[in-house]
């Protein structure tokens, strides 16, 4: 069964500063695709970014950025100039392929992140 | 149009109601899911329809059932909860081709069950 470990259940970081979360997983499979989504107050998931498994290429998107390291199945997310509006939790996911041809997306716990002013 | 409406946001229900959640989406999506967030939780999957099909059951009571009328619309069917059923519903959509996939989100139900 795959697994999603989030080993940081709080973390803090001044406005304008950078920060990085951290994930690993564990999985047999070769082709996947992992994910971090930020969850605020409102409750509504969203997409911050994603990462094929077979892109050796880092994900970018703005001032987010993950360091995939496939081998150490380890998926970090870097959040630059971070900014009040990115307090939120994030989950780290990560989705496999079933044999019904459906998604299935397993979560991490969690990190909450708060953004000092 | 990337959004996924649940109705309704909040939800009050006693132990012998019946009562529904709505999802509804209008991405052209084929895969929908059902999941339930504990507060401080992360979701956890309850079930998956795939072309209005239901793939995945992940052991959830029967007192929750699903439904997908048509490719827009998933509804979950509510009977006789227990109170350890409060907690927020998520619904979410993707496509089920795995070469562009992302599941979007909607703003959940939180349901209090009374």
């Known amino acids: 069964a795959q697994t999603v470990t989030q080993s940081q259940p709080e973390m803090s970081v001044q406005e304008a500063e950078t920060v990085t979360l951290s994930c690993t997983y564990d999985?047999?499979?070769?082709?996947?695709?992992l994910f971090w989504y930020k969850q605020p107050p409102s409750r509504q998931m969203i997409l911050v970014i994603r990462q094929e498994a077979y892109k050796q290429q880092n994900a970018t998107e703005n001032r987010f950025s993950v360091n995939f390291q496939k081998a150490a199945k380890s998926f970090s997310l870097k959040i630059s100039d971070s900014q009040l509006g990115d307090t939120a939790m994030y989950f780290c996911?990560?989705?496999?392929?079933?044999?019904?041809?459906?998604?299935?997306?397993?979560f991490g716990k969690g990190t909450k992140l708060t953004v000092n002013p | 149009d990337t959004e996924v409406t649940q109705t309704p946001k909040h939800l009050v229900m006693g132990m012998t109601n019946k009562k529904s959640l709505k999802c509804e989406q209008h991405?052209?999506?084929?895969?929908m899911y059902w999941y339930k967030q504990k507060a401080k939780k992360p979701p956890e999957l309850m079930f998956v329809y795939s072309y209005e099909k239901l793939s995945i059951n992940e052991s959830v009571p029967s007192r929750f059932s699903p439904e997908c009328p048509n490719s827009s619309l998933l509804n979950l069917h509510l009977h006789a909860l227990q109170p350890e059923d409060s907690a927020l519903y998520l619904c979410a959509s993707s496509q089920v081709r795995i070469s562009n996939t992302e599941a979007f989100f909607g703003q959940g139900t939180r349901l209090t069950v009374v």
């Open positions: 996911a990560f989705m496999r392929l079933t044999q019904g041809g459906s998604e299935k997306l397993v």
């Open positions: 999985t047999s499979e070769n082709n996947y695709y």
């Open positions: 991405m052209g999506h084929r895969a």
